[in-house]
Every structure is written in C-alpha cells, then in structure tokens.
C-alpha cells in the first residue's frame, strides 16, 4: 500500500464502498440514515480515501451525493475558515467539492466559496471553481454573475499595488475572470502591468532571448533536415536528444538486415548508446528472441531507465515468444516483473493464458490492500480476451475491492465482456460511480428494463453538469 494513503475499511462495508467511490457506495446513503449517510461522506471529504489524487475522481461523487443527502455546507465552511492552510490537499478537495455543487445551482456552496475569495489563502482555487472546471449548465447563473463583485473584494483584501501584483504573479490576464475585470478594475489592470520583483526588490531578470537558447554545436545532434529513414542505423542509434527514442525506436524497427539487427543487438546491451532504449523497444517490434535475455538481464536487482523500454518490447512481441516467460514472472515475488508480465498477457492473452492469468489475480487480490493494482487491471484485462469462458469470481472480487478507482474501468470493461449477468447486476450500481468512464460503460451495457436503471438513464441525460460522455450514451441508450 502507498504510504500516506488511509487504510481503507472493508470492501463490505458502507464505508469502504463510499471510499472506493462505489455506485454501491452511493446507493447505500441514499436509503440510511441521514445522519450516519453524512457522518460517512464526511469522514470521506476529510481523510482523502484515493489511491492516486492526480487520477481517482471524487469531487462530482462527493457533491452529488451531498445534494441528494441534503447535506449542509456548515462542517465543509467550518473547515475553510479553521483549517484550509494545515492540510491543503483537503482544502482543495472541499473547493472542488463545492464547486461541483455550485455548478449545479446550489446557492449556499456559491456563497461559501464567494466568501472563502476574501480570506483563504486558495483563493484562485476557489474562483475556479466558481466559473466552473466544465462548462456550466445552460440553466446555470453565467460566469460573470456568479464572480460579479469579486474583483473589489480582492482589491481590498490585497490593499496595495506591490500586494495585488504578488497575489496574480503567475495568472494569466488573458483568461476569465481576468481578461473582464483588467477592463473593469484599474487596479487589476495595473497590477497585471507591474514588473514582476525577484529577492531584495530587484526586478526580475528578464527571460532568455531566442539567441541565448540555441544549442551548442555539441547539443545539435540531428541535423535539421535529415530525416530518420535517411539516417543510417548507426546515425540513429547516436542521436542524443531523449525525448525522441519513440520515434527513432519506430524507424529502428523497419531496419530488419542481418546487419542492422546485430548494431540494434550491441546497442541494446551498451549503456553508452544514446538511443538503447529505442534499439530495445525496435528488437520487440521486430520479434527478436535476443530481447527475452535483455529483459532477463535487466529486470533484476536495481531498477534503471530501462524498464519502461522493456515493458513496451515485451508486450510488443508475439505471446508465443515470451508466453513461458510471462507465466514464470507472474508469480514473481519482484512486483516489477508482475507488472510486465501481466501487460503482455493484457496485450495478448489466449484461452491457455487464462488459468494462470486467473491464479496471479487472486493472488494480488488476497494481499487486499497491499496487491498491485497495476497488475489487477492487466489481468482484468487479460480475462477480458476471453470472455466467452466467464464469469470469473476473481473478477468481481476485483470489482469490490480494487482501491484505484481510475483502474476500475478495466475491471468493468471485462465484466461487461464476461459475465452475461453484468447488464442487470453490477452495471445497475455502476450508473452512480464515482468516474465517468465507468458510468459510461454502464450507460452502454445496462439492462433498461430495470427500473432503476431507467431512472438513472434519464436523470444522466439531462444533468449537463454530468461529463459529455456519459450524457452523450444516456441520450443514446434512451434513443435507441
């Protein structure tokens, strides 16, 4: 498990399905009592329950649950005024939280974070929020209007010219609210014309001129206009811009001559080669067996650079030329070679591949938090390519407790695929899951003949706060 992730409850607990951002989770609250429904979804606001804040989504499950729970932004202000600089990632979830609130019309979360514009040192978080991360409603109050007064609660807040410029170094004055209220406000003009101050007050110095940017005759490693294919296979392999081994690794795989392919072998074994990532990604597209004793090599002890090239190699190949390799990684203690193992079998996976595929699952699933949620949606994956042979009881295991709810997707995607009760079961609860693509998938596959069902279809359609997506598949399904 990450460290500074909290430990999660049970997956059979209302809780643990709310921090898992569950559709189950969200109908649960709907039917318990309002008092132990709120005291849950707040102990969810304040101890961040994601697995990966920059992907799992939670602000739309958070609010729209708080709007059909009648929640009071009371505990959520109170948090603001007390807390928002002592732990500023749950500052930032109550903002975002708010702000999925306000676009739907909710007045009193609109006033909190109007209020908060004025004292919080997340400010621009919050004015963000107000004119809305999504495009708002067409029923909604427009932009303007919900920030209108803003700029002169700023002006006094920030009281001098110096203050005012330091607290919009950084915005750009060309986006909303600034490129209105530079108009409106004089003093939000000035500000933005102000010469930003580095330490001591001396004037910043100025940003480096074209000139001073040109690479040295040593940095300019690919001349300007010769292009990959007229480049020898020896030219590429000595390029030195990093950046760029993908593309030379996709030139570097047409180059099949026996000759070609032994400069690409070398390469790949020589830690001086500029561009031995891209040699070993073009022996994997190439099929090359010489590629399984790299990965070999390469895969033990100290990790390098070198393993995101490998991976890519490794689920580039035919699965009959790494098929054993894969089946002997997966039950590896070393999580690296798991990983790789299970994005070849999420590549390529065939029936002989799914018992053993099935047995790694649950043996990342028996360590609950402490299994590799990369490897669970690789294999989920992986029992996807097969699903004519489902249901798969490891799959719903995976389903309930998976703690990344970004990867439940694939989880979803192969019960979809593999499990013929998915339509009228699982993808029910999963029209109210925290991330849209998992509500899509739902929207896609459910029965409409449950009631419930139908219900939720309607209500996903007309919520124009809901992502494009999802209402762009609710309008199909009710269509159809």
Known sequence: MRPGVPTLADASDPLGKLQRGLGAGYLWALDADRTVAHALLMHCVFNDPRWDRQLDDRDDYHATLALDLQLHTDALELWLRDSDEAIPDTTYDVLGMLGRMAVRGHADARGVLRAYVGYGRYWQRALDQLIGDYDAPRSAMPWPEVVGGLDAVLVERFATDDALAEALSGLDPRERPWTMWSVENPR????????????????AAPAPSSASKRRTPRERTMPARTRPREMSTAELLQIAEDSRWTQIADELASRRAPEDVEQLVHAAHDPAVPMRRAAILALGRQGRRELLE??????????????????????AMPLSHTRALAHDWLASPDWARRRKAAGMLATWSEDEDRAPARRALERELDEGLEGDVYVICSLAQALGRSGVHGPFMELQQAYEQIPYSYGRRYVVAALAA?????????????????????RRLAVTHVDRRVRLAAQRLEELAADEAHAASVRA???ARLRA
Do not use: M, N, Y
Not at 188 to 200: D, M
Not at 422 to 428: K, L, S, T
């Open 188 to 203: 939000i003009a000035r500000a933005f014309a102000l010469e930003p101050k580095g330490a001591g007050g001396v004037p």
């Open 294 to 315: 790299i990965a070999e090599e390469h895969t033990k002890g100290e990790r390098d650079k070198l393993q995101g090239a490998i991976a890519l190699a490794l689920e």
């Open 418 to 438: 593999s499990d013929p009760t998915f339509d009228g079961d699982v993808a029910v609860e999963c029209l109210w899951d925290c991330e849209a693509e998992t």
């Open 473 to 475: 598949a609710a309008l």
